[in-house]
C-alpha cells in the first residue's frame, strides 16, 4: 500500500471554508464600494442629460454636416506656414514650461520628503501645501493670472505650465524620494557622510530614472496643455484655434486639429523612445 503523503494527509484534515460573501455588515471596504455606487447613481438623477435630444434625427444631421466641413482642411502654402510656425511655439512652451517644473519640482519635492524613517523634516508638512496650493489651481486660471502681469503672447502660458507642472512633479519626487531603497543611504550615513552628499550618491542615483520618467509623462501632459492655454491668449496653436473657431472658419481648423494630433502623436513617440533608452 503506497503511504499518503504527510502533505497530502494534513490537506485532507484541514476543514473546507467556504469563501466569504461578496458584501457583509463589517466590511468597511464593501459599505465605501457601496456608498460610491450610491453617488454615481445620485449624480445620474440630479444631472439632466437629454440623450433622445442628443440622438435625435436634427442632432444627427448638424454633426454630419459640421464632420463634412471638418474634412476638408486648408492646405495653402500660407496658412500651413503659420500653422507650422505656432505648433513649433506650442513645442517650447511645453518643453520650456516642463523643464522649469522639473527643476523647481526637484528644489520643492527634497525637503517636502523624508529621505529615511527617523529623519527630521521640518520643512515637510510646508512645502507640501505649498505643492498643494500649485498643483490646485488649474493651468487655464494660472494662465488668465499671469495674462493681467506678462500680456498677451507665450510667455504667460510657459509660466502657467511652470506653475502648475511644479506642484504636480514636486509631489511625485517627494514620494519617489521617500520610498527609495534605504540600504545605500543608511551605509552612507553610518560613515558620518552629510545629508547632502547623500542625497546625491545614495539616493538621486536610485530615483533618477523614475523622476525623469515622471518629467516625460508631464511633458506629454503639456503638450496637449499648451494647445488649449491659447484660448485664453497664451498663444501658440490654442490661440489660432479660438481665433478660427470664433470666426467658424472649419477648413483653417481643421487643419489646426491635425497639426495638435500631429504634435502630441510626435512627442509620444519621442518620450517613449526616450523612456525606452532609459530602461537599458
Known sequence: MTPVPNAARSAANVPFKAPPPIFHMRCVACWCVA??????????ATLDLQFARFFSGEAMGRM??????????????GFLRKLGAASLETLAMSAVGTGLAAIFGLLLGVPASRPYADARAPWRLPTRLVLNALRSIPELVWAALLLISAGLGPLAGTLALAMHTTGVLGRL?????????PAAGF???????????????????????????????????????AAVLGVVGAGGLGQMLSFHM?????????????AMIL????????SYVMRRILAR
Request: overall charge negative; aromatic content about 10%.
Open 35 to 44: 456608498g460610491v455606487l450610491a453617488l454615481i447613481v445620485a449624480s445620474f
Open 64 to 77: 454630419v454636416r459640421f464632420l463634412g466641413e471638418l474634412l476638408q482642411p486648408n492646405l495653402e502654402l
Open 173 to 181: 519626487f517627494a514620494e519617489a524620494i521617500e520610498n527609495a531603497p
Open 187 to 225: 551605509a552612507l550615513r553610518v560613515q558620518g557622510v552629510p545629508s547632502s552628499r547623500v542625497f546625491l550618491f545614495a539616493t538621486l542615483p536610485q530615483v533618477l530614472p523614475q523622476l525623469l520618467s515622471y518629467t516625460l509623462y508631464r511633458w506629454e501632459n503639456n503638450i496637449r496643455a
Open 246 to 258: 470664433g470666426l467658424f472658419q472649419m477648413r483653417e481648423t481643421s487643419s489646426i486639429l491635425l
Open 263 to 270: 504634435l502630441v502623436a510626435l512627442v509620444d513617440l519621442g
